[in-house]
């Protein structure tokens, strides 16, 4: 799988986080959808299913559920290929599309046997259409979301599964050479430990996305991929169930995720990264190696900044030594020193200058091309650390601000735009060239220029 097709499977549940955070842009992955987490269901709000073609739900395998209608309304994104009178036409063309892909999987290898067993019965799911354009109006703040992600209950089972596949963990640590910690974190947030990995048919979601809406040959692809595993025998299809966009597993694979990164550990002859947990972890860590993982390093440090601090530092482009940043006055609040002052790094000040920092090493950035939100990579490196017995946070979060809505991010974009500041096209998300924008209209008022959206910028901004 290539770093946009893992990052585009990690946003559907990881659709986790993306925009909603001020973090990060999204993909498409995690049935326990973070995206769900910073806006109620990512999804638009249903109605009654229209009585056309292709509004009905699939059918889903053995313990499978059956999805809410379709709410027959035009996509958000405006893209010619989501509007409603596109996707019932494409639906009615549903399996004349499914069929058409025969040669393509033939020459994957894929036996006609397999093909008609496995296609039979498919319908298109259109309530994807919904989750693929969705556009929550309501977020959470980033500590929100570390409240909810890392939490004792999570922690005490996250130990738990330490203790009890030690002996896997530590043969992976040693042939991989990448920390157990951070593979028991991936593993307890994408899914808390195999409770939450998603009810959809992984064939039927990448058959429907597949066949209409806006990301056809992306899908095709994970939907031709689906289909060799099951020829291949690597898991059944009651396995392959999981979030709307195709991921699957305790550490939610994309189908092509899996078909660069799994290995049959145990050397049963199949690759289940579903119920065998040393396939699992052998296989979350050979994603993180072949990704550059940097073996006896850590993600990142919490960091205090000195009075004054020029926050226009806070950017990914400004990677500096971890030497350079404490001779900026730079320093971990406990006072200790950086042990190899020779890496670089980059810091992270996610709630703006009333929160904690973060110098985020090359693991963080490893962990990241998991899921290239900063909100879900800071998640997975300090469950990891409070996994390995550390503390928590030093510095506290600004928990008396909230969070904009995206009608008032809209907003903030249009009044940076009329200032000049803003030169994108307003969207209500929040990406790199809105924070840039909000940092030189604060440094240009003599704030902090941090890069947060507050409810009191948003104010200044209208003059108030």
């Not at 498919?122 to 556009?135: A, E, G, I, Y």
């Not at 020029?310 to 940043?325: E, H, P, V």
């Not at 008022?445 to 409810?455: L, N, S, V």
């Amino acid at each position: 799988m290539t770093a946009t097709g893992n990052r585009l499977a990690r946003a559907a549940a990881a659709a986790l986080l993306g925009a909603t955070l001020q973090a990060g842009a999204a993909q498409a992955q995690t049935p326990f959808d973070v995206f769900n987490l910073f806006g109620g269901k990512n999804a638009a709000p249903a109605a009654p299913q229209p009585a056309n073609i292709g509004a009905q739900t699939p059918t889903a395998p053995p313990g499978g559920t059956a999805a809410p209608p379709w709410s027959g309304e035009d996509g958000a994104s405006g893209h010619p290929l989501m509007t409603a009178a596109a996707i019932r036409e494409a639906a009615a063309n549903f399996d004349a599309c499914v069929a058409s892909m025969w040669p393509d999987a033939q020459r994957r290898h894929i036996s006609r046997d397999s093909f008609e067993r496995y296609t039979a019965g498919l319908s298109p799911d259109l309530r994807l259409m919904d989750l693929m354009d969705s556009q929550p109006e309501f977020t959470k703040a980033i500590w929100e979301y570390l409240d909810i992600l890392v939490n004792d209950n999570r922690m005490a089972r996250g130990r738990e599964i330490l203790a009890q596949y030690k002996p896997q963990f530590d043969a992976v640590e040693r042939a991989y050479g990448v920390d157990r910690y951070i593979v028991a974190s991936i593993w307890g947030i994408e899914s808390n430990y195999s409770t939450q990995m998603g009810d959809r048919y992984v064939v039927n979601s990448t058959a429907t996305l597949a066949c209409v809406g806006r990301r056809q040959a992306y899908f095709k692809d994970e939907f031709l991929t689906a289909l060799e595993i099951l020829h291949r025998g690597d898991l059944r299809p009651e396995q392959l169930r999981g979030s709307w966009a195709g991921a699957f597993g305790p550490t939610q694979f994309m189908p092509t995720a899996f078909k660069r990164f799994a290995v049959d550990a145990d050397g049963d002859g199949r690759r289940d990264v579903v119920d065998n947990p040393y396939d699992l972890i052998a296989s979350t860590a050979n994603n993180l190696k072949k990704d550059g993982w940097q073996s006896g390093a850590t993600w990142g440090y919490e960091v205090v900044m000195p009075k004054g601090f020029n926050y226009m530092m806070a950017d990914r482009k400004q990677m500096l030594t971890l030497a350079q940043w404490d001779e900026m006055g730079v320093k971990r609040p406990n006072g200790q020193p950086f042990p190899r002052s020779a890496e670089k790094a980059y810091l992270l000040a996610p709630a703006g200058a009333e929160g904690p920092g973060f110098l985020m090493l090359t693991n963080f950035r490893v962990i990241m091309k998991y899921n290239p939100a900063e909100a879900y990579a800071l998640a997975i490196g300090h469950f990891a650390d409070r996994l390995r017995g550390g503390a928590p946070f030093v510095q506290p979060w600004p928990r008396h601000e909230r969070v904009l809505s995206r009608t008032e991010r809209l907003e903030l974009q249009q009044l940076l735009a009329q200032r000049g500041y803003y030169r994108g096209t307003p969207d209500g998300q929040f990406g790199s060239m809105t924070r840039e924008a909000l940092r030189n209209y604060q440094a240009s008022i003599g704030a902090p220029a941090d890069g947060f959206a507050t409810g009191e910028m948003l104010e200044r901004l209208r003059g108030r």
